[in-house]
Each structure stands twice: as C-alpha cells, then as structure tokens.
C-alpha cells in the first residue's frame, strides 16, 4: 500500500465544471505538498499546507490532519488547468508522492 | 522560473555507463532534494542533502550517489547504468527543515540505451 494515495488516477471536465481532487496519506506529516507538472515535464509547487485551507485564485487546498485526507479544488476549470496534479504528503526529511491525477479539461 | 538549475536538461548514454546530473538549488536554501520520475513509478523520493550533509534517503540504489558542495550545489551520480534508469531525475530545493517550501528545477532527461 503506498504511503499516499490519489484518486481519482484520471479526470475529464467540461470547461467551466468544478473540479476536486483527493489525496489520503498513512505517515505521520509536517506538510503536504501540491503539485502540478504540465506535459513537457516541469512540476510547479501550488500549496504547502500544514492545516486548514488556503486560495491561490481558482484553486483551493483543505487538510484534514485528523482525518489524513486533502482536497484541491480548482473552480471555473479551464483548458490550461490541464496537467498532472500531484500530491506529496511528509515532513521536511522525505515525501511520499501519490501516482499523480491527470486532469484534462475540454473546451 | 522556480530559481532551481538543472543541468542537462537531455542526456543519452548507453548501459554501463557513468553519468552526473547537477544541480544548483535557489539562492539561500540549504536543503536539496533528487527525485526519479519514470513511466511507470511516478515520482521517487532518491535522496536529500541539507547544508552539505546527507539528511534522508529514500529509495536510491548503490548504483547511485549524491553529495552537496560547499556552495551548496548538489550532484547525483548514476553508474552502472541499466536501461531502467532512463527517467526524468528532478532537483528541489527548499529551506530545510520541517514544513519547508519545495522548489523544483526542471528536471533532466536521462535515456539509457
């Protein structure tokens, strides 16, 4: 079982739809990372989050510490928001990495 | 720009080979971490380094290597090489310490052939 697990593994949206990714963890953590690589490769950090919520624009991170559980939400979902998002859940010593969410938004 | 330097970007080798990926973090963070991102593992924490010193390891093979200079670059060396090894290796720097931000450069094409 990995340490941190994403679901969904891959999403399509309609331009416009609201869209919600989850990620579970096991280990004990001092943050959580979310992440976004676009094809081509390069990965862009979105959120540190060591609790409660925080907004960046039209996307969204929640933690749940007691529940081990995050959410991204990203509102109004656009053509561009399409990418792997990924998860990383750890302290400042090692990450875990979930497998990734490949998210697609069509026009 | 993430401020994280990777150099190369695309590197061919063939198997058996030795080859040294480097890596200059942001200015002013101690901490940096390797990743190995291949097709069908998704991204593999290798190693990380803190201010020259070695701080975690993950899952890094004795094929591969890594150390933090002075300057606080890093390199991760890769020997032996096997065809498996053809990834993308991510370089992130970050603070240090718990908590801490993470920076990635734009990582390095490694194919093994």
């Known amino acids: 079982k990995n340490e941190v697990e994403q679901s969904p593994q891959n999403l399509t949206a309609q331009e416009g739809e609201f869209i919600t990714i989850n990620c579970s963890y096991s280990?004990?953590?001092?943050?959580l990372h979310w992440l976004q690589q676009h094809p081509g490769g390069g990965i862009v950090s979105l959120f540190m989050l060591s609790s409660g919520k925080k907004k960046h624009g039209r996307l969204i991170a929640t933690i749940n510490i007691q529940e081990k559980h995050s959410s991204l939400h990203i509102t109004a979902s656009h053509p561009r928001d399409s990418a792997v998002y990924i998860c990383?859940?750890?302290?400042?010593?090692?990450?875990?990495f979930g497998t990734g969410t490949s998210l697609t938004v069509i026009p | 720009d993430s401020g994280v330097t990777q150099t190369p970007k695309h590197l061919i080798t063939a198997t058996g080979q030795r080859v040294t990926l480097r890596c200059s973090p942001r200015s002013g963070d101690l901490s940096v971490y390797w990743y190995q991102q291949s097709l069908d593992q998704g991204l593999q924490f290798l190693i990380q380094?803190?201010?020259?010193?070695?701080?975690a390891k993950g899952n890094i093979l004795e094929r591969f290597s890594a150390q933090q200079f002075p300057d606080l670059h890093s390199e991760l060396n890769l020997s032996s090489l096997e065809l498996g090894d053809s990834a993308l290796y991510f370089c992130?720097?970050?603070?240090?310490?718990?908590?801490?931000?993470?920076?990635f450069g734009e990582g390095s094409r490694l194919t093994v052939l």
């Open positions: 992130a720097s970050g603070g240090g310490g718990d908590a801490g931000e993470l920076f």
């Open positions: 380094y803190y201010n020259g010193e070695e701080r």
């Open positions: 280990v004990g953590i001092s943050a």
């Open positions: 990383a859940a750890g302290t400042g010593n090692q990450f875990y």
